[in-house]
């Protein structure tokens, strides 16, 4: 069985500030990692992929995410928010069922 | 063309009504989803389409239909739905089929109210 989790529901920061969105995984194999956004009333639009390499995993927007293998864990980061980030966040994760397992989201809100 | 577009945006029906869904991408995806979504929640699988053929079913009930008419194109028909099937309905498509480092393409959804 795979799951991912996101401890919370929800981040506030400041704008300028550094974020980081949380996520941990649990697979019985390799994982691939993704993480989604998505904005009111919008469908989900993809931020970033882990599939192998490299830990440090650079996307859109600024984003970036680490894979940490000893830590179960793959967190969201931004050196520097903007309110235009302000948005839903999904981590996912598949890893051999070819089924992609979403996390409940969090709630990122930048605070001008 | 990098878009999934979803018609309509907004859609209510009453519980015996039918109606469908839309879906269409022309970036040559093979691979297409439907995903429901309830408010401030993960989306949930329903159907996998992977070179037109059905093959993936997340035991939807039969009062959700989905068609694949040709590899641009996704629909899903409705009938005979209940309340609770009041929410964000949502397309995917993925490039050549379902694999697990794809990434999915969504288009913006239906908003469904059943009254």
């Known amino acids: 069985a795979q799951s991912v989790a996101q401890p919370e529901d929800q981040v506030n920061v400041a704008e300028g500030n550094p974020l980081t969105v949380k996520c941990t995984y649990s697979?019985?194999?390799?994982?691939?990692l993704f993480w989604y956004v998505q904005y009111p009333n919008r469908g989900l639009q993809f931020l970033l992929k882990?599939?192998?390499?490299?830990?440090l995993v650079k996307g859109s927007y600024g984003f970036e995410a680490e894979f940490n293998k000893s830590q179960t864990s793959f967190h969201l980061k931004k050196p520097s928010a903007l309110v235009s980030d302000s948005a839903l966040y999904f981590c996912?994760?598949?890893?051999?069922?070819?089924?992609?397992?979403f996390g409940k989201g969090t709630k990122l809100s930048v605070i001008p | 063309d990098t878009e999934v577009t979803q018609t309509p945006k907004h859609l209510v029906m009453g519980m015996t009504n039918k109606k469908s869904l839309k879906c269409e991408q022309h970036m040559g995806h093979r691979a297409m989803y439907w995903y429901k979504q309830k408010a401030k929640k993960p989306p949930e699988l329903m159907f996998v389409?992977?070179?037109?053929?059905?093959?993936i079913n997340e035991s939807v009930p039969s009062r959700f239909s989905p068609e694949c008419p040709n590899s641009s194109l996704l629909n899903l028909h409705l009938h005979a739905l209940q309340p609770e099937d009041s929410a964000l309905y949502l397309c995917?498509?993925?490039?050549?089929?379902?694999?697990?480092?794809?990434?999915?393409?969504f288009g913006s959804g239906t908003q469904l109210s059943v009254l």
């Open positions: 697979v019985s194999g390799n994982p691939y």
């Open positions: 389409y992977s070179y037109e053929k059905l093959s």
């Open positions: 996912a994760v598949e890893a051999g069922s070819y089924q992609l397992t």
């Open positions: 882990y599939i192998t390499g490299d830990n």
């Open positions: 995917a498509s993925s490039h050549i089929g379902w694999g697990g480092d794809e990434k999915l393409f």
